[in-house]
C-alpha cells in the first residue's frame, strides 16, 4: 500500500510541476525582450556561482526588518542580497519610473517579492535609493532606485545566483539598482518562461 501512496504522490507533483510550467509560459511572461518568445525550457537552472564564489562584504544585519546588503561575486561583482545573503534580482518587465511591479501570481510564487517592513537594515546600500512601491494585491514591496526586488526560489542557499539572466529578463540587482554585469549569453530554463 505505501507504494501505491508514492506513487500517486510522485504523479500528482509532476503534474502539478506541468500545469505551473504551462501556466506560467501562458501567463504573458514568457517573452524575452530581444524577440518576445518564450525562452526554451531546460532541465536545470543556470549553472549557479558557488557559495565561496559570493561573500557578504558586511554581516548580516542584526534584528528584524528587511535586509539589504552587498555581496561580492566573482563572477558578477558587487551585488545586492537579503539580510540572509540570497542574492536579489530586478525584472525587466517592470518598470523604475514610476515603480510598478509587473511580477504577480504564479509569477510571485517563483519569484517571490521583497516584502517592505517599518525598520529596514541596510549594510552598504544608499538609504535614499531604497523606498517600496504598492503591489496589485496591496502588499507593499520594496524598491531599489525605483526597481522593485525579488528572490529566486531555485537559489537553496546564500550565494547562489541561478536567477542571473533566467529568460533573458532577470537579472541580480547591483547597489545603485542596475542590472548585475550580463554573462555572455542569458541563461535559459529553470525560470519557467517567466
Known amino acids: 500500500m505505501p507504494d501505491i501512496r508514492r506513487t500517486a504522490l510522485l504523479a500528482a507533483s509532476a503534474a502539478a510541476v506541468i500545469a505551473l510550467v504551462t501556466a506560467c509560459e501562458s501567463d504573458g511572461y ?6 518576445g518568445t518564450t525562452a526554451p525550457a531546460a532541465s536545470a537552472p543556470a549553472t549557479p556561482n558557488s557559495p ?6 558586511s554581516p548580516a544585519p542584526a534584528g528584524g526588518g528587511t535586509g539589504l546588503q552587498t555581496a561580492t561575486s566573482s563572477t558578477l561583482g558587487t551585488i545586492v542580497t ?29 519569484w517571490p517579492p521583497v516584502m517592505a517592513s517599518d525598520n529596514p ?7 535614499k535609493l531604497v523606498s517600496t512601491v504598492t503591489r496589485a494585491d496591496g502588499s507593499k514591496q520594496v524598491t531599489l532606485n525605483g ?5 529566486y526560489t531555485p537559489d537553496t542557499k ?6 542571473q539572466g533566467v ?7 547591483t547597489p545603485t539598482g542596475a542590472k548585475a554585469a550580463a554573462a555572455a549569453s542569458p541563461a535559459t530554463g529553470g525560470g519557467y518562461g517567466y
Do not use: H, M
Open 52 to 57: 565561496s564564489e559570493q561573500s557578504p562584504t
Open 167 to 173: 529568460g533573458g529578463i532577470w537579472w541580480a540587482v
Open 121 to 127: 537594515q541596510l549594510k552598504g546600500i544608499d538609504a
Open 82 to 110: 537579503d539580510g540572509s545573503g540570497y542574492t536579489l534580482y530586478r525584472f525587466d518587465k517592470d518598470t523604475a519610473k514610476p515603480p510598478v511591479s509587473n511580477c504577480n501570481g504564479d509569477c510571485a510564487k517563483l
Open 158 to 163: 546564500p550565494g547562489d545566483t541561478k536567477g
Open 147 to 151: 526597481w522593485p526586488l525579488y528572490r
Open 30 to 35: 514568457g517573452s524575452n525582450n530581444a524577440g
